[in-house]
């Protein structure tokens, strides 16, 4: 007879969250209430059974996912504005404590700390890649990595990898209630000390948080990687910064080895400043004294910023430049741009030789990054940039010593994967390959105007031209906050030479019968009448006329209809783009059965 135990995981693991909506329909509703009854049951048999805590992964993600801050609170802390930031800081540090460490401890992990709007999950992917694979080709002692990103695709532990693979279930449960049974003791001593501090406007926004003891679900995550990577010695840590950089939680490290800036845009414009100077200044946070720092190539007014704040932080400074993306289509696959240098003394931004550079191969133009799209070459320069800094530091026997990227960062870059951006994925490899329908689904998680530029050129340049009675259609959503219309507007430029047949608009939630577990979101409250999406169907119809719009309520509505359509259209086939959202595409990805590495 199977035991609670063993079989308890395996009913969770396909657990959804209900949501209220009118276009639930009765069959998913009954199951999700069934299902509910059963589990609520074996949970009952479970506790009569024994006193002692559960403490599964999905525990874990049930009280992970009660530190989201909901969507009243957050514009709450939305209207407050800056103020907010005062306390960012000194507040996670003192959950870094609570947890047993100081800040400082984190030096051992030898960290390369990366922030921008555009290409940082890519560039630390890059960075991972290099690092994981130098030691094949080199001779050099293997490098153990650690890398935290965010937001994840299907499963939460996906933000936190080791070697290059998500934490499994296991030690993602472990190192969890690890940090939260310590916050859990020191929980009495630090409202008390909190409340004693917190005066004035900020105090009625405090008062309604339900976990002021807790660190909220970002800051929960961030300290969980770091104990992760303390506990796993890892050699290396690349860290993202999840929004801005000069007050994320990730900015509690003191000295990291190199911090990076990727391609900056106009994103997360409440907290950041809606100018491109403001999110620099914000971005340039996480530069060190004499710690060297990495920046992609800007606009002026931010280029101006960044240049700034590394003098005033006394961080080396090494600017990255490119050729203009048109002419990096005609030069060989294996160029990567020009690196640039500031001039310490002078601020005055000279460029060095005029050598490009190389992987250094016998067959260098047929090494591209593994990563589709032109731009990834900007983000693969950065990342090789920031390698070069780590390795002279901590392999220094073996690291580059001219400017050409040996074979060892080749490895690397060839091999590289980084799911939900620019993916290519044959409808054969998903949960519906037994339809034997000629489809293909093409994934980018773009989420700003600058980065659909690049999703759309992408798509374009894939597919290239129109197939003789291929279809083609597009499944967007954008979450709350940003420009739909906008957006839809890059979409609709290539729309004459894309030719969308159709364009699906759905919510961001996972099933019919509700959220995966994983990727629950209180952020933002649920509208059963999909007015956002009836928008944006309205503003594709004005730009694109004559295409067809569909609403639907959930990611799964979307994969099904463009199944079902892939059915009806036969040997000729279909090509679906879904774009708008890194949360939709993790979605799809759930609902397809893909599992990201």
Request: hydrophobic letters at 40%; one cysteine or more; aromatic letters at 8%.
């Amino acid at each position: 007879m199977l035991t609670l135990r063993r079989l308890l995981p395996s009913l969770q693991r396909f657990r959804c969250h209900p949501i209220p909506t009118t276009q639930r329909s009765s069959c998913f509703a009954t199951m999700a209430r069934n299902y509910a009854v059963r589990l609520s049951f074996l949970s009952s048999n479970a506790s009569s059974r024994t006193s002692a805590p559960a403490q599964t992964t999905f525990d874990a993600i049930d009280k992970l996912n009660s530190l989201q801050t909901n969507a009243s609170i957050l514009e709450a802390l939305r209207k407050a504005g800056p103020r907010m930031n005062d306390r960012s800081l000194p507040e996670m540090c003192e959950h870094v404590r609570r947890i047993g460490y100081e800040p400082s401890d984190f030096d051992v992990l030898n960290i390369i700390h990366i922030t921008g709007t555009k290409g940082k999950g890519s560039t630390c992917a890059f960075a991972e890649s290099i690092l994981l694979h130098y030691h094949e080709e080199t001779g050099a002692s293997p490098i153990r990595t650690g890398l935290f990103t965010s937001p994840h695709l299907v499963a939460v532990r996906e933000r936190i990898r080791i070697n290059g693979r998500s934490i499994s279930e296991e030690m993602f449960a472990r190192y969890f209630f690890e940090c939260w049974d310590k916050l859990e003791e020191t929980k009495e001593q630090y409202l008390a000390e909190k409340l004693k501090r917190e005066k004035g406007p900020k105090q009625h926004i405090i008062d309604q948080r339900n976990h002021i003891d807790k660190p909220t679900y970002f800051r929960f995550l961030t300290l969980l990687a770091f104990h992760v990577f303390m506990q796993e010695k890892v050699d290396a840590a690349i860290i993202e910064v999840g929004v801005g950089g000069e007050f994320d939680s990730t900015n509690i490290v003191e000295r990291p080895v190199v911090t990076g800036v990727t391609s900056l845009g106009l994103d997360h414009v409440s907290v950041l400043g809606t100018t491109l100077d403001k999110i620099a200044w914000h971005k340039a946070g996480i530069f060190k004294k004499d710690a060297p720092a990495v920046a992609f190539e800007q606009p002026p007014e931010a280029m101006e910023v960044i240049v700034q704040r590394a003098q005033e932080k006394d961080s080396p400074l090494t600017i990255i430049y490119t050729k203009d993306a048109e002419e990096l289509k005609d030069v060989p696959l294996g160029v990567y741009p020009l690196i640039v240098s500031l001039n310490s003394t002078s601020h005055q931004i000279s460029k060095q030789s005029s050598c490009s550079i190389l992987i250094s191969s016998p067959s260098a133009s047929a090494l591209p990054p593994g990563l589709a799209g032109v731009h990834q070459r900007y983000n693969a320069a950065v990342a090789i940039s920031l390698c070069r800094t780590w390795l002279a530091r901590y392999r220094p026997s073996h690291a580059p010593t001219d400017d050409l990227v040996p074979l060892g960062f080749g490895t690397g870059l060839r091999t590289v994967s980084w799911p939900g951006r620019g993916q290519t994925l044959p409808n054969s490899l998903t949960k519906y390959a037994g339809s034997g329908v000629n489809l293909t689904w093409y994934l980018d998680g773009a989420h700003t105007i600058e980065s659909l530029h690049v999703c759309a050129e992408w798509f374009r340049d894939t597919v290239a031209q129109k197939k003789d009675g291929m279809e083609r259609i597009l499944i967007f959503n954008c979450t709350n906050g940003r420009d739909g219309a906008k957006m839809l507007k890059v979409l609709a430029a290539v729309q004459k030479e894309v030719e969308f047949d159709e364009a699906v608009f759905c919510t961001n939630v996972t099933f019919r019968a509700g959220y995966k577990s994983d990727n629950q979101n209180n952020t933002y409250e649920l509208d059963p009448a999909l007015a956002q999406q009836h928008s944006l169907a309205d503003e594709w119809r004005a730009l694109a006329p004559g295409a067809r719009t569909r609403v639907v309520g959930s990611v799964e509505d979307a994969v099904l209809y463009a199944v079902e359509r892939a059915e009806h259209s036969g040997e000729k086939g279909m090509q679906v783009l879904t774009t708008g959202s890194l949360i939709l595409v993790g979605n799809q990805l759930a609902v397809m059965g893909v599992e990201p590495v």
